[in-house]
Structure formats: structure tokens, C-alpha cells
């Protein structure tokens, strides 16, 4: 009895949580109006210099090779793309994860090609670690 409580609870739970169908959709129509090159562009412009990065088995960046991607983040930042995972809850969500991550590969790749030919003065600030100080 009380399995069955906890899994009807556990499942409930799951089902409030996660994104509906709609609302993959929609933020699937907002990936593919906008345009990856002129977003980076503008974005670069205005001193924001963080790529993209999504979640499926572990965290990666669309468009680039792990080891420049995870440089990049560490150097200017991440924008992680929200509702992208390998642990699929329909097909609407593949929809979506497959238009967001073809929109950050394009944005990703433009920035490094902007970051590239115009290095930034720029680095994020590395926070300081103080071991059992008070």
C-alpha cells in the first residue's frame, strides 16, 4: 500500500514538473524565429561573450569541439539551454531539443568566429576559494 501511495505520488510529481507538449512547441517556434548569426553578433557587440550549452548525458556545446566549448565556458560564461536532456518526455521535447541545439550550434559557431577575430580584453572573474576561513 504504501509503494503504491509513494509511486502515485512520485509520478503526479513528474507530471506537474515537466514542460506540456504546448510549451515545448512554442519554445520551439521561438528557436526557429530567431537568427543564430545575427543574435551572436548583436550579443558580442554588447559585450556578452557566453556560448550555449545543453544537457544529455553530460553537458556539451552545440556546434563546437568539448574541448574549446568547455574553455570557452570556463573563459566568458555559459547560457545553458533549458528543457534539453537525454531522458526524453515526449516528442515534442525531441522537436524542440533538435531546433534548440541547431540554434546554439549556429550562435556557437558565429561567436567563436567573432571571439576569434576580435579576442576580448574580457575573461570572467574566477572566484576565490578560501579553505576553513572564517
Known sequence: MK???VTSILLTTLLFVGC???EYDRM???YRDRSPSDEA??????HDYKIFSAMGFARYYPGLDPVVGRRL???YGEKVLPGTTDALESRS???YIKVATDFAAGYNKKKVSLI???PPKFKRQKKA???NRP
Open 3 to 5: 509503494t503504491l501511495r
Open 20 to 22: 506540456s507538449t504546448s
Open 28 to 30: 520551439a517556434t521561438g
Open 41 to 46: 553578433t548583436s550579443d558580442f557587440d554588447s
Open 73 to 75: 565556458a570556463v573563459e
Open 93 to 95: 521535447q525531441a522537436k
Open 116 to 118: 576569434e577575430q576580435n
Open 129 to 131: 576559494w578560501r579553505a
